[in-house]
């Protein structure tokens, strides 16, 4: 009985260990040719989704993925690769507020008020990408993001029939880098079983005109810009 039960028990956790590594290995190759790490290569697009986490860690450390990714941002913002962002996380609670944190630190970097739009909702990545079509009403943009984030974030929105490009911000050289990649096994599981079942985002509410339409000759130069011509 004791021997059986081993049995069950190994042949479990291989078809576990199996799904877990074609779940991984398939957000991996989705994103294989949309992730960006050079901002030389990067096509221009007209907004950016800037993915949110905390600033600090444990109230008073900062975290350099928050740090990362406003950089990021912040360099396309320059070279002219994104002219507006919208800044998408967490606000279920009064005291934490990562949008409005976002566009402050935005802001003081030198990117116009105007050109940055909130997103309140966005609880989850799925939330994010989700909302970025059915509320903002984009499907082609730029997520930024880290990396193994911008990876499963491409994954989820190609799999709605959005057609997104990312930029790499950097990965950290410490805070618990290790326990992040662990964590991000489990997420693409969670990311693949979200599109089997065809999990919606917990909020959409109405739609929200941003940026506003692009003019004829901003419309030609970003034409341009992404045939070479």
């Not at 800037?50 to 444990?58: A, D, I, P, R």
């Not at 913002?77 to 606000?91: I, T």
């Amino acid at each position: 009985m004791i021997l059986k039960l081993l049995r069950y028990t190994i042949y479990f956790a291989l078809v576990v260990s199996v799904f877990t590594g074609l779940c991984y290995g398939w957000v991996v190759w989705r994103a294989k040719d949309d992730v960006y790490q050079r901002l030389e290569e990067i096509p221009k697009r007209r907004v950016g989704l800037v993915l949110g986490t905390s600033k600090y860690l444990f109230g008073k450390v900062k975290n350099q993925y928050y740090h990362n990714r406003i950089d990021a941002a912040v360099r396309l913002y320059q070279a002219g690769k994104v002219e507006y962002f919208v800044v998408s996380g967490d606000n279920r609670r009064h005291d934490y507020n990562e949008p409005k944190q976002m566009k402050a630190d935005l802001i003081a970097a030198g990117v116009p008020a105007e050109r940055i739009q909130p997103d309140y909702a966005g609880f989850r990545t799925l939330d994010s990408v989700l909302r970025m079509d059915k509320v903002f009403g984009h499907k082609d943009y730029v997520i930024i993001s880290q990396r193994f984030h911008n990876q499963r974030a491409v994954f989820l929105a190609r799999a709605h029939g959005q057609q997104p490009i990312a930029f790499d911000a950097a990965d950290p050289q410490s805070q618990g880098t290790t326990k992040v990649k662990l964590r991000e096994i489990l997420a693409r599981v969670k990311a693949v079983l979200d599109i089997v079942t065809n999990k919606q985002a917990k909020f959409y509410g109405e739609p929200i005109a941003f940026p506003p339409p692009a003019s004829a000759s901003e419309t030609v130069s970003v034409d341009k810009s992404q045939t070479g011509n």
